[in-house]
C-alpha cells in the first residue's frame, strides 16, 4: 500500500484548503484587509517614488543634460563681481558651445499689478532684462501669447515667468493685461511654461534689453560704449559629450580679470539629485505600511487559531475519512496562505491603481517596480505561511477522537 | 455467515490518563467476519465509543492487537493508517457531520476524497452510493435543506461510497425521532443483506435486538456475546 496514492490532486487541495474561507466569506474578506492595506501602501510608496523619479528623469531628458548656467559670483572677500558685457559673445567663440543665451537681473526694480502696490511687497518675483534666444536654450515654452521678438523687445512689453503670472493673478486669458514695472505699464503679452533648468526666470518678468535700456536706465559702460547690460546669467549649450571639457573653460572666458568671480553650475545636476531624492520612497508611510502588514499578520493567525478550534469536527472528520496529519496540516496553512495571498494580490491592485491615478495626474509615466509587487505578493505568502504555521500544527496534532468529540 | 474476518480484536485495553488511571477499555476480543452485521451494546460510560474509535484506527490501543482485513493496525504509520481508514474503513456518525456548504453529491464523494480516486470516478461512485440509500433525487441538494433522517442516509453513503471492509456507525439513529430512526435502522439491515459489514454502537438493546449479532459491554469489557466464543476461536487461531 502505497502512501503516495492517498495524495490530494492540486484541484482537490485548493478546494479543501479554501472550504473555510467559502464558508465564511466576510470574516476572510476582513482579515485579508489587514494585509491588503500593508501591501497597498508599501506598493503605492514604492510606485509612486519610481512615477515621480521616472517623470523627473523623462523631463532632464527633454531639458537636456548639456546646458551650463555662468552667472555672476562674488570675489573672495565677498564683494560682488558683475559679469562684463561682451562675455555672452566671448562664450560663442569657444569651440564646443553651441547656443548662448543670458538675462540681466535689473535690481530694484520690481512687477506689480497696479501702482498703488507699495514697492517693498515685489512678491518674491523680479524683473530680468532676456535676449532674444532665451527660450531656445533653456527648451521652455510658451504657455500662452508669445515670446519677445526684435520689435517687442524694444517697447515696454513684459513676458511672465509661470510663478509670476500666477503671483500676479494674470492666467490664460491675459489680452490685455497689464503690469506696472519700473514707474511705467507693461503690456503682457506672453506668459511662459515652467523652466525647470533656471527657475529664476519663472519668477521674474522678462523684458527685451533694449526695452530695460530705454524704460528702466540697465545699461553699462563696455569700451566706452553704452550698452544694455550687463547680464547676469549666462546660459550655455554645449556638445553634449564636451560638457565635462567646456566646463573648466567657461568662468575665465566670460570674465578673463576675475575668473574666481564667477559661478559656473549645470543645472541638471540639481534635477538629478532631486531625481534620486524622489526615487527614495517615503520611508515613512513604508513603515507605517508595514506596521499594517504586521497587524494584518497577527490578524490572520488570529483568524486562523479560531478557525482551528470551530472546525474541531472537521478535522475529525477528515481524519476519519483518511486525512493524515500532514494533509490536514497542508489544507490550514495552505487556507492561511490563500487568505494572506488574497490580501497581498488585492493589495497590489490597490497600490498599483493608486500609482497611476496619482502618476496620471502628475502626466508622470506609471512605474511600478517589479520589487514593488512581486515583493507585495510574495511577502503577503510569507505572512500567510508564517500566521499559518501553528494553528496549521495544532490541527493535526489534534487527536482525531478528540475532534469528534461534541461539547 | 462464513466471510473471511475483516476485524479482529485481540485483548484490547484502553487506559486513559495517568492520575487517576481509568480504564476504558479492559480486555476486549471479538471478531467481525465479512457481511456481517453486528451492534455493540452498552449503557453509557461503558466503553462504546473507545471501541469504535479503536476498531476504526482512530485511536491506538494501550494494549493488545487490532487487524483489519488481516493487517496489525500497530505495525502501522500515521500515513499508511490514513489510507486504510481511507479506503478500508466507513464512519457514521450521531451528528452526521456533514459539509453545509457543499452538495449531498459532493459530501458524499468526499467520502473517497483521500483514497486517491480521480474526481469524476468520486462522483460516479457517490451516485451509485446515493441511489443506495435512496436519495438520488436530493442530489444536488445542500445538507442545510434536507430532514435529519435524509442527512443521516447521507452520511451513510459516504461512509458506504468506497465499499470499505467495514462500516462504523456511533448511535447512528441517536440524534433522529423513533420513526426515522426505524427507517435508518431498515436501511442498515437493507445494506447488510446485500453484503456490507455493518458495526453499530448503540446504548439501546431494543435497537441493538433488531441486528443479527449482538456484543454487550459493560465496564469496558465484552459480557456478551450472541455468537462471541467461535469468533474468539478463529481470532485466536489466525497467524499473527
Ligand atoms: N479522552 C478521554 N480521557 C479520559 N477518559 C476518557 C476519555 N474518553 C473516554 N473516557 C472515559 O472512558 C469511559 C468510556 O467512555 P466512552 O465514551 O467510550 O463511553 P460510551 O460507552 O461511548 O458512553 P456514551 O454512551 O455516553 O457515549 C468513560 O468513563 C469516559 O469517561
Ligand atoms: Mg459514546
Known amino acids: 500500500m502505497s502512501a503516495a496514492s492517498g495524495r490530494l490532486s492540486l484541484k482537490d487541495g485548493l478546494r479543501v484548503a479554501s472550504v473555510g474561507l467559502r464558508a465564511r466569506r466576510l470574516r476572510a474578506a476582513l482579515s485579508a484587509l489587514g494585509i491588503a492595506i500593508g501591501t497597498a501602501a508599501i506598493v503605492a510608496v514604492l510606485g509612486l517614488s519610481s512615477s515621480s523619479q521616472a517623470g523627473l528623469l523623462a523631463e532632464i531628458d527633454r531639458l537636456g543634460t548639456n546646458m551650463l548656467t555662468v552667472e555672476a ?30 538675462t540681466g537681473l535689473i535690481k530694484g526694480k ?14 518674491g518675483l523680479q524683473v530680468r532684462a532676456a535676449s532674444l534666444d532665451l527660450l531656445t536654450v533653456l527648451n521652455t515654452n510658451v504657455a500662452e501669447g508669445s515670446w519677445l521678438n526684435p520689435g517687442t523687445a524694444r517697447v515696454p512689453v513684459a513676458v511672465l515667468g509661470s510663478v509670476a503670472a500666477e503671483r500676479l493673478g494674470i492666467g490664460a486669458a491675459f489680452t490685455g493685461e497689464r503690469v506696472w514695472l519700473g514707474g511705467q505699464w507693461f503690456d503682457v503679452v506672453g506668459v511662459l511654461e515652467s523652466s525647470p533648468l533656471a527657475p529664476d526666470v519663472d519668477t521674474s518678468a522678462l523684458i527685451g534689453y533694449p526695452a530695460a535700456k530705454r524704460y528702466l536706465g540697465y545699461l553699462s559702460l563696455a569700451r566706452g560704449v553704452r550698452k544694455a547690460g550687463p547680464p547676469s546669467s549666462i546660459y550655455v549649450r554645449a556638445d553634449t559629450d564636451r560638457v565635462a571639457a567646456t566646463q573648466p573653460l567657461l568662468a575665465p572666458t566670460a570674465n578673463p580679470r576675475e575668473p574666481d568671480g564667477v559661478d559656473v553650475s549645470q543645472p541638471s545636476d540639481a534635477l538629478t539629485a532631486r531625481a534620486a531624492a524622489a ?73 498599483i491603481v493608486a500609482t497611476a491615478v496619482y502618476a496620471s495626474s502628475k502626466n508622470w509615466a506609471i512605474v511600478v517596480p517589479v520589487e514593488a509587487w512581486a515583493g ?9 505561511a508564517a500566521a499559518g504555521l501553528l494553528p496549521a500544527i495544532r490541527a493535526s496534532r489534534m487527536s482525531p477522537t478528540e475532534a469528534l468529540r461534541t461539547v | 455467515m462464513s466471510g473471511e474476518p475483516v476485524l479482529e480484536l485481540d485483548e484490547v485495553t484502553k487506559v486513559y490518563g495517568e492520575e487517576p488511571p481509568v480504564a476504558a477499555l479492559r480486555g476486549v476480543s471479538f471478531s467481525i467476519r465479512q457481511g456481517e452485521l453486528a451492534a455493540i451494546v452498552g449503557p453509557s460510560g461503558s466503553g462504546k465509543s473507545t471501541l ?7 485511536e491506538r490501543p494501550s494494549s493488545g492487537t487490532v487487524r483489519i482485513r488481516g493487517i496489525d493496525a500497530e505495525r502501522l504509520d500515521d500515513r499508511e493508517l490514513s489510507l486504510l481508514r481511507a479506503r478500508e474503513i466507513g464512519f457514521v456518525f ?45 442530489a444536488t441538494f445542500k445538507p442545510t435543506k434536507i430532514s435529519g433522517g ?74 456478551s456475546d450472541s455468537r462471541g466464543d467461535h469468533d474468539l476461536t478463529v481470532a485466536e487461531s489466525e497467524p499473527s
Open chain 2, 150 to 223: 435524509q442527512r443521516q442516509r447521507v452520511a451513510i453513503a459516504r461512509a458506504l461510497v468506497g465499499s470499505p471492509a467495514i462500516v462504523l456507525a456511533d448511535e447512528p439513529t441517536g440524534n433522529l425521532d423513533s420513526r426515522t430512526g426505524a427507517s435508518i435502522m431498515d436501511l442498515l439491515r437493507e445494506l447488510g443483506a446485500a453484503g456490507s459489514t455493518i458495526v453499530m454502537i448503540t446504548h439501546d438493546a431494543s435497537l441493538a435486538d433488531q441486528l443479527p449479532r449482538q456484543i454487550r459491554i459493560l465496564d469496558g469489557q465484552v459480557v
Open chain 1, 73 to 102: 559670483g562674488q570675489t573672495v572677500t565677498g564683494q560682488p563681481v558683475e559679469l562684463p558685457t561682451e562675455a555672452p559673445s566671448r562664450l560663442t567663440l569657444l569651440q564646443d558651445v553651441q547656443q548662448v543665451a543670458h
Open chain 2, 94 to 138: 450521531q451528528q452526521f457531520f456533514l459539509a453545509e456548504h457543499a452538495t449531498v453529491r459532493e459530501n458524499v464523494a468526499d467520502g473517497l476524497l483521500y483514497a486517491g480516486v480521480p474526481a469524476p470516478e468520486r462522483y460516479r461512485r457517490a451516485d451509485e452510493a446515493l441511489e443506495r440509500v435512496g436519495l438520488s433525487d436530493r
Open chain 2, 52 to 58: 469504535l474509535h479503536i476498531m476504526g484506527t482512530l
Open chain 1, 279 to 351: 526615487g527614495a520612497f517615503n520611508s515613512l508611510f513604508l513603515g507605517l505600511g508595514v506596521v499594517a502588514l504586521i497587524v494584518g499578520a497577527v490578524g490572520v493567525a488570529n483568524i486562523m487559531i479560531i478557525s482551528v478550534l470551530e472546525r474541531r469536527s472537521e478535522i475529525g472528520l477528515r481524519r476519519a475519512l483518511g486525512a493524515t496529519e500532514g494533509q490536514i496540516r497542508m489544507q490550514f496553512l495552505t487556507e492561511s496562505i490563500l487568505l494572506a495571498a488574497i490580501g497581498g494580490i488585492a493589495g497590489v491592485l490597490a497600490g
Open chain 1, 376 to 384: 507585495g505578493i510574495a511577502s503577503a505568502i510569507l505572512i500567510g
Open chain 1, 110 to 123: 520690481g512687477v506689480y499689478r497696479s501702482p498703488i502696490i507699495p514697492a517693498t511687497q515685489t512678491g
